[in-house]
């Protein structure tokens, strides 16, 4: 983030914005639920994720670090070991994130007949 942006978002660009942007995105809140157990290696993080490719989850694992949410811990080690755990500040995020996957999980089999309903009725109202 470049000093403007940087001073924009200190002197009253939206506070919610500038959270929910990096956090809300695609992985984010899957790492963040991956690691509210226990601390997890690179590999062990990609494993219980899926679908993340290791670009993708570098630059999230880069981001929640910037932010404070997470932890990595690098071991001079051969071969080197990175561990990633949750900050007190990532740890205080988990109780919203685990209210808001509770609800995503009850409530997907509707949103996905409420997206069903709709394409129907947008391709004969065409």
């Known amino acids: 983030m470049g000093a403007n942006t940087a001073k924009r978002h200190m002197n009253g660009s939206c506070?919610?914005?500038?959270?929910?942007?990096r956090i809300g995105d695609q992985w984010s809140t899957l790492v963040l639920e991956a690691l509210a157990g226990e601390t997890l290696r690179f590999n062990e993080?990609?494993?219980?994720?899926?679908?993340?490719?290791?670009?993708?989850?570098?630059?999230?694992?880069?981001?929640?670090?910037q932010d404070g949410?997470?932890?990595?811990?690098?071991?001079?080690?051969i071969p080197p070991r990175v561990d990633y755990a949750l900050t007190p500040l990532g740890r205080s995020l988990l109780e919203p994130i685990q209210a808001l996957t509770g609800w995503a999980r009850t409530n997907h089999?509707?949103?996905i007949a409420a997206r069903e309903k709709y394409r129907e009725r947008?391709?004969?109202d065409a």
Do not use: C, N
């Open 15 to 21: 506070p919610i914005r500038d959270v929910l942007d």
């Open 109 to 111: 089999a509707s949103i």
């Open 122 to 124: 947008v391709s004969t």
């Open 69 to 77: 949410l997470v932890s990595r811990t690098f071991y001079p080690v």
């Open 45 to 65: 993080l990609k494993r219980e994720i899926g679908d993340v490719s290791q670009h993708m989850l570098a630059r999230t694992l880069r981001r929640l670090e």
